[in-house]
Nanobody, 114 residues
Framework: QVQLVESGGGLVQPGGSLRLSCTAS????????MSWYRQAPGKERELVAA????????RYADSVKGRFTISRDNAKNTMYLQMNSLKPEDTAVYYC???????WGQGTQVTVSS
């Protein structure tokens, strides 16, 4: 069965960095585009970043452009989200998704606070 497991979340001060990882199993990872979403308290889930199957293209929410970088290692069945210059408004649960098949991970909490 499809499994998406996120890791790397935590508490960080404003201006700091975190790298999230998503380890995938149960499907041919290299064939699928993948995405990161986030959901802040009281808000709807929003797309943060998406990457094509062979890393040929990526797109970002305007709110994270220039600060976040999505990447993947198909040999390791893993996707990453490098988050730099973090702001309090980046606080949310971050989810790894396989959008074309409707699968989501359990999420990892990112809290940006001094």
């Amino acid at each position: 069965q499809v499994q998406l497991v996120e890791s790397g979340g935590g508490l960080v001060q404003p201006g700091g960095s975190l790298r999230l990882s998503c380890t995938a199993s149960g499907f041919t990872f290299s064939r699928y585009a993948m995405s990161w979403y986030r959901q802040a308290p009281g808000k709807e889930r929003e797309l943060v970043a998406a990457i094509s199957s062979i890393s040929s293209g990526a797109r970002y929410a305007d709110s994270v452009k220039g600060r976040f970088t999505i990447s993947r290692d198909n040999a390791k069945n893993t996707m990453y989200l490098q988050m730099n210059s973090l702001k309090p408004e980046d606080t949310a649960v971050y989810y790894c998704t396989l959008p074309t098949r409707g699968y989501w991970g359990q999420g990892t909490q990112v809290t940006v606070s001094s």
